[in-house]
């Protein structure tokens, strides 16, 4: 069964719905038996690389609340992670593009090392006074590297800017034709969808519902055909 999983490394509902995902998936019976894979969604596509302002400063713009109310809801989203095991800061981080990380996260894909890249920005971006934004590329480098990529092909991707474009913009593109206008969005096996970072009651609920919905098994036997059994493979008489 394959789980596909649309996020964004700038929001925080993904990094608290990735741990609750996680927790219903650890406990599901045929876990070893399910493929996630992770993919792009940007929340502020088009923002350019150098317009990064403080979190409390974005909410107030993007949401017409006052400083008191965006720093209340970040102070509810720590209570969140918490929860969840998870650190968060809930002062001082900063907002930027995260397109760049999504066209690592699709290099990361290709050698088997999304999932750790995916966990390592999160915490980067959420849980740690560097930033993710500031710093520049070398720090994408640095977690790429730290997820078990190579430093040169790393900054061989940050340095064409058309490197993985398409393929972010494809995922993209395929989340707006699910009808996913927000994330975390999750699609168990292209038949169920599950919005926003729920409890880990509802995503075990779901794994069960679609690992019990999968079609059977359709065999095409014909007569004759030799193959091997418990009992060993016969051999040819002649």
């Known amino acids: 069964m394959r789980v596909e999983i649309w996020s964004d490394i700038a929001c925080p509902w993904c990094y608290v719905g990735k741990a609750r995902f996680e927790k219903a998936l650890e406990a599901f019976p045929h876990r070893d038996q399910v493929e996630v894979v992770h993919r792009s969604f940007e929340l502020d596509p088009g923002r350019a690389k150098n317009d990064i302002q403080p979190v409390i400063t974005m909410l107030t713009k993007k949401y017409g609340m006052s400083e008191a109310q965006a720093q209340a809801g970040e102070e509810n989203l720590g209570a969140q992670a918490a929860a969840e095991g998870l650190e968060y800061r809930t002062r001082d981080r900063d ?6 990380m999504h066209r690592l996260l699709h290099l990361a894909k290709e050698q088997g090392r999304q999932d750790e890249l995916l966990a390592l920005l999160y915490k980067a971006n959420f849980a740690e006074e560097r930033s993710v934004f500031a710093e520049g590329e070398e720090r ?99």
């Open 95 to 100: 907002h930027g593009s995260t397109f760049d």
């Open 140 to 238: 994408l480098v640095e977690l790429a590297v730290a997820a078990g990529l190579d430093a040169d092909a790393v900054r061989r991707v940050l340095a064409d800017p058309a490197a993985y474009a398409d393929e972010v913009r494809a995922d993209e593109r395929e989340a707006a034709e699910l009808g996913a206008n927000g994330v975390p969005f999750f699609v168990l096996d292209r038949k169920f969808g599950v919005s926003g970072a729920q409890p880990a009651e509802v995503f075990a609920e779901a794994l069960t519902q679609a690992w019990g919905e999968r079609p059977p098994l359709k065999l095409i036997d014909r007569a004759g055909a030799e193959a091997c059994g418990p009992d060993g493979c016969a051999v040819p008489q002649h």
